[in-house]
Every structure is written in structure tokens, then in C-alpha cells.
């Protein structure tokens, strides 16, 4: 086995992060990192780094996709090659759970009608039976991975029940009753928000249409963090618009950006954010220090953290 001699960081990071300030934070490696192009070649001294899959890649030691989700990566060109590909799972448990329960926050408490209102300078009063506090209302976890936990602990911080889906059945804190992905329609079906943190696979391609869009409650929401194609967006819209459900947090899309003629623009009770469940100012550093263990794990031969192939 060789040893690693480079860093490639693929160009296409800067899809996500800025990519100067990722080559800092690599300061500390003793081999060189490198910004490199879609014209690159690759050995077996190589590791590579990227946001967007690359045939060349094959040619590596070892491949990293900076994001946790790996579906547009062909895990089986991977194994069939013998390169291993690893992710950046392990790192969005804040940051994602945050930003789940902002989104439960504002839409339980109107703060997206207020922003709305306060462009035209509109002291809007909603309806009295409008606002509700989170406290003491039901929320499914789709998926009780990094994301899935960190929304379920700071859901339950807040006062919320939180109940949760998984294959296995392996109890998670903060979460009261853990249901497997057959019986989706028991776990849903009282919730007041859904959160989808499950990866994008065959299994879970539309996992939410319109049979579990009508079985939701009339005054849920749906909050998608993980992956667009997991939520059949033309039920979403027909449900959305029909009050077959109350409305919807989407961070997530089946085409990003979301395409100018989507009717998810335009419906008061639903928040778009354009991908950046994950953003903050650090996050090349929590990327970084993934891949920096595992440089240091390759070099000296033990098992690559968060390998996926
Ligand atoms: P993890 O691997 O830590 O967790 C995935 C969870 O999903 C596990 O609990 C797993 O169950 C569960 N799961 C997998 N398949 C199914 C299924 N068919 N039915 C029910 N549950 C299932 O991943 P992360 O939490 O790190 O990330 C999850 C996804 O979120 C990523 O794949 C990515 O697509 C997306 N993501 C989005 C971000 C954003 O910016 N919006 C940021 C980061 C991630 P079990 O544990 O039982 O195997
Ligand atoms: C930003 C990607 C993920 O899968 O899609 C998210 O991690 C965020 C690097």
C-alpha cells in the first residue's frame, strides 16, 4: 500500500464553501493540499475531496464526499475499483437541528407571516386560534441518524414529544417511541411536524406522496432537511394548496435551485431556504476536520472514519 503524497481539493467545493479558507484549514497536514480542476489526473498517492462525483476520481487512493449525503456518488464503481469513498456525515447535528427547530419555531409562531407583513409595513394580526407554542406537540423523525438526533434533542429540550423512525430499533436519546420505516402511516399520523433526515436511496425515493400526505393531520407540517427527491413535490404542492396539510419547511428540492415557476414560492405557509440546512461561517473547518482524521488514519493504516464504500 502507498502512502498519501496530496490532497486534491476538487474545484467543485466551492459549490458549498469558500475553497481558499478549506485549503487553510489543512495548514496543519504534512502532506500538500491542491486546488484542482476537472482536468486533473489522479494515483494511487491521492486524496481527493469534492462536492460533485468525477470518473477520474477512480484513479485516487481514496475519495471524500464533502457532504453527508453520497447519493449522487456510484458507491459500486467505488467498490468494483477498490477505492474507498468516505462522507461527512457526524457533523450536522447542530447545525441541522437548528435550523429544523427555527423552522417549527416560525411556523408555530408566524414569525415568516410577520417578515412577510413587515416588507409592506403591515401590522398584521393573524387569526386568535393562529399561534401555538411547540411545547407539548408531537414531532416524527424521519430517520434518527447525526440530523435526525440533533433535531430530536433540541426538539425535546423545547418541551416537544418527540417520536422517530428507523430501520433498526436501536433507542436514540430525546426520543420517546422508535417505529420501523413499515409502519411510517403509525408514526405520522399524530405528529404535528414530520422532519424527514433520512438519506436519499431507492428505498426512500418519494417515501412522502400522497397517501402519507393524507395521512398526516390537517394542521401538520413537513419539514424536509434531507433530500429533495424523498418528497413527491407535485403531492406536496396538490396538498399544500388542497389544506390537506397546514404547510411545509423545505430546504431540499427535486431540481435546486428551485425552478422560478414552482407554486412553493409563493404559499404563505411554507418556508423555502435554499439549501442551507448546514451553512455557518465554520463549516469548512467541521469538513475539514473530518478529513483530516482520516488522512491521518489512512497514513497509518487503520480504518477510514465514515466509510460508505
Ligand atoms: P446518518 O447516516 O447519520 O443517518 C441516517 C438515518 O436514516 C439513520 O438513522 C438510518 O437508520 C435512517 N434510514 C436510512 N434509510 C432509512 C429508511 N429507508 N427508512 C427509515 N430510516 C432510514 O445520516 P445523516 O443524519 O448524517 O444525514 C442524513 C441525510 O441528510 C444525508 O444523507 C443527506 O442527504 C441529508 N443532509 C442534508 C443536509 C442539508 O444541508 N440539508 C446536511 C446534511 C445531510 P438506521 O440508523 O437504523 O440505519
Ligand atoms: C454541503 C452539502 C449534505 O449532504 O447536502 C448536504 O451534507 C450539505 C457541503
Known amino acids: ?67 453527508a449525503g453520497y447519493d449522487e456518488f456510484d458507491t459500486d464503481a467505488y467498490e468494483a475499483a477498490d477505492v474507498p469513498l468516505t462522507n461527512s ?32 409595513h403591515d401590522w398584521y394580526t393573524p387569526t386568535y386560534d393562529r399561534p401555538f407554542t411547540i411545547a407539548g406537540e408531537r414531532l416524527c423523525v424521519v430517520g434518527l441518524g447525526t440530523l435526525g438526533e440533533g433535531i430530536a434533542r433540541r426538539a425535546d429540550a423545547l418541551g416537544m414529544d418527540v417520536v422517530g423512525v428507523r430501520r433498526s430499533d436501536e433507542p436514540v436519546p430525546s426520543v420517546s417511541a422508535i417505529y420501523d420505516p413499515a409502519n411510517l402511516h403509525e408514526a405520522i399520523v399524530d405528529a404535528r411536524f414530520v ?45 399544500l394548496k388542497s389544506g390537506t396539510i397546514a404547510g411545509a419547511a423545505l430546504d431540499v428540492f427535486e431540481t435546486e435551485p428551485l425552478p422560478e ?29 473530518v478529513v483530516k482524521e482520516n488522512v491521518q488514519r489512512f497514513q497509518s493504516e487503520e480504518d477510514l472514519k465514515n466509510r460508505v464504500a
Not at 94 to 120: F, K, P, W
Not at 269 to 278: A, D, R, T, Y
Request: glycine letters at 4%; hydrophobic letters at 40%; charged letters at 25%.
Open 1 to 67: 500500500m502507498h502512502g498519501l503524497e496530496r490532497l486534491c481539493i476538487h474545484n467543485s467545493v466551492d459549490e458549498k464553501i469558500p475553497v481558499e479558507a478549506f485549503i487553510e484549514a489543512f495548514d496543519d497536514l504534512d502532506i500538500p493540499t491542491e486546488l484542482v480542476g476537472d482536468d486533473e489526473t489522479y494515483d494511487e498517492t491521492d486524496a481527493v475531496a469534492s462536492f460533485t462525483p468525477r470518473s477520474e476520481f477512480l484513479d485516487a487512493a481514496w475519495v471524500h464526499v464533502i457532504r
Open 89 to 120: 456525515t457526524g457533523i450536522h447535528g447542530a447545525t441541522v437541528g437548528e435550523i429544523s427547530v427555527g423552522y417549527m419555531l416560525s411556523l408555530s409562531r408566524l414569525l415568516h407571516l410577520y417578515r412577510d407583513y413587515q416588507n409592506t
Open 195 to 239: 422532519a424527514l433526515a433520512i438519506p436519499h436511496t431507492p428505498a426512500t425515493e418519494n417515501l412522502i406522496s400522497t397517501a402519507e400526505l393524507e395521512t398526516m393531520r390537517d394542521d401538520a407540517y413537513l419539514i424536509n432537511v434531507a433530500r429533495g427527491p424523498i418528497v413527491d413535490e407535485d403531492a406536496l404542492v396538490t396538498a
Open 261 to 289: 415557476k414552482s407554486s412553493l414560492w409563493d404559499m404563505d405557509e411554507v418556508i423555502i431556504s435554499p439549501h442551507k440546512g448546514s451553512a455557518t461561517n465554520r463549516y469548512h473547518r467541521d469538513i475539514a476536520a
